[in-house]
């Protein structure tokens, strides 16, 4: 299914603007991602682009994993958006009882032979509570299935608890008035990434979309990190980029010769 078709059968339901879905679309059919674990659900609006994009270059599978509990708080949920759409086909719901990182304990030992877990996923999307100890966590888990060369997103890269306060006590199980200080102010997104992913032996290129709050990271393993900071473009309009600088430098280089 095109992008354009399908933006128009779920724009105006949240919660991933036209650039990160266009973003997201663009990336698995540029890197045939054709098996992606998606954390965190909402409405199922980006659920609905990968499998758009996934029908395009002609199958895959999204496991989408989320809160039981919140099964009846999105509406539409994500099962009715993928019926609406006819891409159900694509996507495997999973619901669990206190969240995805036991999920990521069952597909961890579920793939582990003789002491070693065998990845299997080629994209994995963090999108959940935007919490240091639950996403610290389930970047450590998600590393362990993904595949190398395989990408990890993570979403609300600059979110903070205390910028939700006027809006809602709550954020996915965590009371805001529990926390420090430090927890409420900090966004700690940013800190697993910064901290934890960037960090990480196995992972050397990222990619931050500024406006979009939504960090990359590649896994390969390299010697050299590179780290950009895009601010208004997509992902396809990167590579273009990306390639017209590469041609005008070997035509500078090649001018001097």
């Not at 339901?13 to 650039?19: E, L, Q, R, S």
């Not at 659900?41 to 499998?51: E, Q």
């Not at 270059?57 to 509406?75: A, C, N, R, W």
């Not at 006590?169 to 960037?198: C, M, W, Y």
Request: charged share 25%.
């Amino acid at each position: 299914m095109t992008f354009e078709k399908i933006h128009d059968l779920v724009k105006g339901v949240p919660y991933i603007c036209k650039n990160n879905a266009r973003i997201l679309y663009n990336m698995i059919i540029d890197q045939k991602l054709t098996n992606i674990l998606e954390l965190g659900i909402a409405h199922g609006t980006a659920t609905c682009y990968m499998a758009a994009a996934l029908e395009e270059i002609g199958g895959g599978q999204i496991t989408s994993v989320d809160l039981l509990e919140m099964k009846d708080h999105f509406k539409p949920s994500v099962e009715e958006q993928l019926a609406k759409v006819n891409l159900s086909k694509y996507v495997n719901v999973v619901r669990m009882e206190t969240g995805y990182t036991w999920f990521l304990h069952d597909e961890i030992k579920n793939n582990t032979r003789k002491d070693i877990c065998e990845p299997k996923y080629d994209l994995c999307i963090i999108d959940g509570p935007k919490n240091w100890t639950i996403d610290g966590c389930a970047f450590f888990c998600a590393d362990k299935l993904l595949k190398k060369n395989g990408f990890m997103i993570f979403d609300d890269y600059d979110w903070t608890y205390g910028s939700a306060d006027k809006s809602r006590d709550v954020t996915d199980g965590i009371t805001h008035r529990k926390l420090s200080n430090a927890e409420r102010d900090n966004p700690q997104i940013k800190e697993v990434f910064e901290l934890l992913v960037k960090q990480h032996p196995s992972y050397s290129h990222f990619t931050l979309h500024k406006l979009e709050g939504w960090a990359i990271a590649q896994k390969s393993e390299s010697a050299k990190k590179t780290y950009s900071v895009i601010y208004s473009e997509s992902y396809k309009d990167v590579v273009v980029q990306t390639k017209f600088q590469i041609k005008r430098w070997l035509g500078f280089l090649k001018g001097r010769s």
